[in-house]
């Protein structure tokens, strides 16, 4: 399934809504965009490598001239994608669990949309609305965001062990050696498939 | 700016297809048939190493939501191009014109109004056309590059190996060895993009001493 490249998942998302109300959703973007500590659901949700969210005017789909006809529709179109790691089900659940509030103020004004609570109708209306992915690529299949989080420290407290232990005699870098172990120890782990089902 | 986060740049393109009622097989399909024989692990992508994550999608139309709202349909169909990556784009887009020139002209050889890889402006331009501005984008790593994540990756398994094979080591045999390690460790070649990183066997190859004692 193309969706799916080893532990991450692609999600490609459009909706339509009133033109009037994109400017109302643009100014709600911006703000996320601005307060930082509004991001931090989608941050502490630690699961989610890339995600955006796209507005596209009824008028400004690409128009190349030649045989292409400009598009006449009457909606401007919401795209979202998604970069995420663990199952379809698994991330809408997430998703309806933890930012019900945030989605709505994104989604709500999309057409028909029926909030992100209860769980099933959002579920039913993601799934109307989804497109599939035809090829899909990471660069780190095996690894989930968390794995890549964890890396980047085990990563930098190895780099800082390696400096501050060069010339300490065999006591003192023993000592040292286990503050660095208790450091790292809970990023460590392999990276590897994700288990049959997922 | 709304197209990057920190040091990553989210490339949204949508590239109409042609619509050619006397092809054989419909360009779109064409399309599909195409990526559908890439596998993932040797995706073209890896070669342009800056992508941390790039997908490829044909959409034929919009979705109709159901009553009230209206019923409408596009007139093209459009190749969705999805890509999050390293540094600016016009130097990822040449990237893409330079090292991987066959994929990209199989896959938007399809599209109206393509120029092809040959000139680089032209192809740039082109793309730049078919670009659409992203509203908000989120990277949850966004200060690292491809390859230093691909060799924090590497070092965090290979710690992990270390760890394990040097328990209760006397100190100077495990100064001795951490260097070693060290060593080892920044001499082994670079992960490959899109190859995984849990093999043991890919670490033994480039960096003796620190296999997994079985």
Sequence with gaps: MTNINKKTYAMNVITPMKPWKTWLLRAIFFALG????????????????????????????????????????????????????????????????????????????????????????????????????????????????????????????????????????????????????????????????????? | MPNQSGSVYGLTILSPILDDPHAKVSHDLQIRMYLGGLKDERSPFAKVSSTHMARLAVLNDVVYVGMPACEEHLRSQYLVFESNFDGSLDEYLEKMAVEIPEDVDAVWGHCVGYPGTKSIGAFQAYMKKCQITTTFYFADVNDKTVNQTLRALQTQEAVGVFIENNQGKPAEELRQAFAAFLEALRAAPGPIPGSGLNSLGRLAAGMEGITRHE
Excluded: C
Excluded at chain 1, 100 to 111: C, H, Q, V
Excluded at chain 1, 161 to 176: K, Q, T, Y
């Design chain 1, 34 to 198: 601005h307060i930082k500590s509004l991001q931090a659901y989608l941050i502490n949700l630690s699961f989610i490598h890339f995600a955006r969210w796209v507005i596209i005017r009824r008028d400004a789909f690409p128009y190349l001239g030649g045989s292409q006809e400009r598009e006449q529709i009457k909606y401007d179109y919401l795209l979202f994608f998604s970069n995420f790691n663990g199952t379809w089900d698994q991330y809408i659940d997430a998703f309806s669990a933890v930012l019900a509030n945030g989605l709505n103020k994104i989604w709500r004004w999309s057409e028909k949309y029926p909030g992100a609570l209860p769980v099933t109708p959002f579920k039913q209306y993601i799934g109307r609305v989804q497109f599939e992915t035809d090829h899909y690529y990471s660069a780190y299949p095996h690894a989930t965001t968390n794995d890549v989080k964890g890396a980047h420290r085990v990563q930098a407290a190895l780099d800082a062990f390696a400096n501050e232990s060069a010339g300490m005699g065999p006591d003192e870098f023993a000592r040292a050696y286990v503050r660095f172990l208790v450091k790292v120890q809970i990023d460590l782990g392999t990276t590897g498939a994700a288990p049959v089902g997922t």
